[in-house]
């Protein structure tokens, strides 16, 4: 149980476009979804906190109106990448929360990005 | 300032031996922790949680939580090749119902065949 899937796993677009990316709970349901965002031989960083029904939390210097997250049913949650440049250029992971353990996340295999 | 400390290593050990990871914990209010192991260019899998003091052992891997000392660790027997990762200590940030986590910053492992 408590699987996390992601899509797209790999993404090339140009400078400028936007990417939606898009993390499902395939087992239960997720209330509560998180984002992250990992660079090369670094932690996770998380990027907002997204709760089905209401509007995304999200962590100081992360600008929402770049990064739009949108968690429209209890299975599914999106994280858009808008007027994308090549600093977005990372490893974009969502999260789900299983209300059955509701501190355990269980991880998406994750997105990686390249903007050129 | 929730915060959660771990060795960054790397930490090498010989196949079979035991590897010891540990973690440190300034929430005292933490009431779960979790280990999560991180293949180079994967995403975090969850493989042990623990909830209290002592310790909760799952085949090859052993988590142990004390409390008063804010510590916890995590032990992998028999270490095999197929375990080099980081591994990630995580705790709950106690605001506001968020149920988010707190990460340490993860210790490599390096199994030695």
């Known amino acids: 149980g408590a699987v996390v899937s992601q899509h797209p796993s790999r993404v090339i677009c140009k400078s400028g476009t936007s990417v939606k990316i898009e993390c499902r709970s395939l087992?239960?349901?997720?209330?509560?979804m998180f984002w992250y965002r990992q660079f090369p031989k670094q932690s996770l960083m998380l990027m907002a906190t997204?709760?089905?029904?209401?509007?995304?939390?999200?962590e100081q210097g992360v600008e929402k109106d770049k990064f739009l997250i949108n968690h429209a049913s209890l299975t599914l949650s999106t994280l858009t990448v808008t007027s994308a440049h090549p600093e977005d250029s990372s490893f974009y992971i969502c999260?789900?929360?299983?209300?059955?353990?509701?501190?355990?996340?269980?991880f998406g295999p994750g997105t990686r990005l390249t903007v050129t | 300032q929730k915060e959660v400390e771990q060795n960054s290593g790397p930490l090498s050990v010989p196949e079979g031996a035991i590897a010891s990871l540990n973690c440190t914990y300034s929430d005292r209010g933490s009431q779960s922790f979790f280990w999560y192991r991180q293949y180079s260019g994967k995403s975090p899998e969850l493989i042990m949680s623990i909830y209290s003091n002592g310790d909760k052992e799952d085949g090859r891997f052993t988590a142990q939580l004390n409390k008063a000392s804010q510590y916890v660790s995590l032990l992998i027997r028999d270490s095999q090749p197929s375990d080099s990762a980081t591994y990630l200590c995580?705790?709950?940030?106690?605001?506001?119902?968020?149920?988010?986590?707190?990460f340490g910053k993860g210790t490599k492992l390096s199994v030695i065949p």
């Open positions: 995580a705790a709950p940030y106690s605001g506001a119902g968020s149920y988010q986590l707190t």
């Open positions: 997204s709760n089905e029904g209401s509007k995304a939390t999200y």
């Open positions: 999260s789900a929360r299983d209300p059955g353990a509701p501190n355990e996340q269980y």
């Open positions: 087992d239960f349901q997720a209330t509560t």
